[in-house]
């Protein structure tokens, strides 16, 4: 498994150094580590599928907005980076590459988006499980 708190960091540090100022968080829960792109200097953009975490975002004062990653409500390339570790969990070949397709039309050219691949890749089918696979794919 890998370190979360230590991939963000190191993602953070990656934004800075390409001089992206912005990213989509994918599953952002409550909004915890949205803030910690808002503390470091970027604005931070969440979606989530549940309501209630989105009122809890919003709380904290994030831009957030409910949807998944099958059909977000976005402009294409509207964003310079993606931050998505959850966003392949316990979906099957299918709805990974979907999801993999969906994030791809939201970022920018370039863009880095950051994602765990499920274990023995997205072909491994549902209920593989995470994997060591974080990893920093390329729109």
Excluded at 2 to 13: G, N, S
Excluded at 14 to 20: A, F, Y
Excluded at 84 to 109: H, K, M, Q, T
Aim: charged fraction near 20%.
């Amino acid at each position: 498994m890998y370190d979360r708190a230590q991939r963000l960091d190191d993602f953070v540090a990656l934004l800075k150094e390409e001089g992206r100022h912005a990213v989509l968080g994918l599953d952002c829960g409550t909004g915890a580590e949205g803030l910690a792109f808002v503390r470091a200097g970027l604005h931070f953009t969440g979606v989530d599928a549940s309501e209630e975490n989105i009122h809890a975002a919003r709380a904290h004062g994030l831009s957030a907005s409910v949807a998944t990653a099958a059909a977000l409500p976005f402009a294409d390339a509207a964003f310079p980076a993606v931050w998505a570790p959850d966003a392949l969990a316990g979906l099957d070949a299918v709805a990974a590459d979907d999801a993999i397709r969906e994030l791809r039309r939201v970022a920018a050219p370039g863009a880095p988006i950051a994602v765990v691949l499920p274990q023995g890749g997205p072909d491994a089918g549902p209920g593989a499980g995470p994997g060591p696979g974080f990893t920093i794919l390329r729109a």
